[in-house]
Structure formats: structure tokens, C-alpha cells
């Protein structure tokens, strides 16, 4: 029976990292150097809180290679590939610790995901960091920190707040994002 067990969760995962992918080309891109405004997250999250924080950490992991590789990644360095595309949506998957509280876990992981974003912007982008315009006024831009900060805000928070809004319609409305295993099903 745990082999039925896996073998439906590996089918799932499949679908769901598929869905995610396909959500991927429907984007608000936000300029500058990357990021976009999309539901990439929501099919990852519900997975992760079907099955568990492993079984999410892994689709997440899957599905930052998949993008990067074959969703037109962009990396300078093999660190920046590994904490804009593997780590970002790996960590993801955390949602999937708080089964009993989805909108939780989604926030969770989601923080993570911008977290993780962050810090590749300090560490690896932030010496490529200019000044911004706006407005025709120069804002300087010489605190890596508070650059990293603002820049994956601008479209990691409309991000998150859509993909919450939709964990908490559908924990709501529909058993999706109920944990199978709670439910005595093999996972």
C-alpha cells in the first residue's frame, strides 16, 4: 500500500508543478531585472498542504529547476540560480508543516520564498544595484539591504497577498487543500 501511496503523491506533485509551470506564462512582469506578479505559488502550496512539508519542499525544488531551465531563468552566477530558482520555490513548500492551517502555511511560505529572494539581492545582485529614478528625482540607492527589500516588494507582496487570498477561498470553500493523510489516505 505505501508504494500506491507514493506513487499517488509523485502523480499529484507532477500535476501540481505542471499547473504551476503553465501558470508561470500568465504574469504581470514588473521590469527592472526580473520578478512578475502571477499564481506560480497557489498550486505548489496546495500540494505541499495535501502532502506535507517533505513531499512540498521537493515539488517546489522540481519546480524551481523546471522554470529555470525551461521557463527562461536568468542567473549571473551558480548561487543566484540556486537562491532565485531552486532554494525560492523550494522553501515554498513549508506550507505544507502547517497542514491545519493553510492560510498559515501559505503566508509562510511565501515569506520564505521573499526571504530567500532578499538575500540573493544583498549578497549576489546587489553589487550590479544603480540609483533609481522617480519622478526625476535620483534616490541613491547605496544600501544593499533596503534595495533587495523594496525591489522583490514590488512584486513578491502583490504576489503574496493574491496567492493567500485564493489558499483562503479555497480552504473556504473546498477540501483541495485538506491534508490527505488527516483523512486516513495514503501519502
Not at 499517488?8 to 506564462?25: Q, R, S, Y
Request: charged share 10%; net charge positive; hydrophobic share 55%.
Amino acid at each position: 500500500m505505501k508504494k500506491k501511496g507514493n506513487l499517488a503523491a509523485l502523480t499529484e506533485g507532477a500535476v501540481c508543478v505542471a499547473l504551476a509551470f503553465i501558470l508561470g506564462f500568465v504574469k504581470i512582469p514588473t521590469g527592472g531585472f526580473g520578478g512578475s506578479i502571477s499564481l506560480v505559488m497557489v498550486p505548489l502550496i496546495v500540494f505541499a498542504l495535501r502532502r506535507g512539508g517533505v513531499w512540498g519542499l521537493g515539488a517546489g525544488l522540481v519546480y524551481g529547476v523546471i522554470d529555470f531551465f525551461e521557463g527562461g531563468g536568468f542567473s549571473i552566477t551558480w548561487q543566484s540560480m540556486l537562491l532565485d530558482y531552486f532554494f525560492a520555490y523550494m522553501l515554498v513548500g513549508l506550507a505544507g508543516f502547517f497542514p491545519k492551517k493553510p492560510v498559515l502555511g501559505a503566508l509562510v511560505g511565501c515569506l520564505a520564498r521573499y526571504v530567500c529572494l532578499v538575500f540573493s539581492g544583498v549578497f549576489i545582485w546587489g553589487e550590479y544595484m544603480s540609483d533609481i529614478e522617480i519622478f526625476g528625482a535620483t534616490l541613491p540607492m547605496s544600501r544593499v539591504w533596503i534595495y533587495s527589500l523594496v525591489y522583490n516588494a514590488q512584486y513578491m507582496l502583490p504576489a503574496i497577498i493574491i496567492t493567500l487570498i485564493v489558499i483562503a477561498i479555497f480552504a473556504a470553500r473546498t477540501d483541495i487543500v485538506k491534508n490527505q493523510r488527516l483523512r486516513g489516505k495514503n501519502s
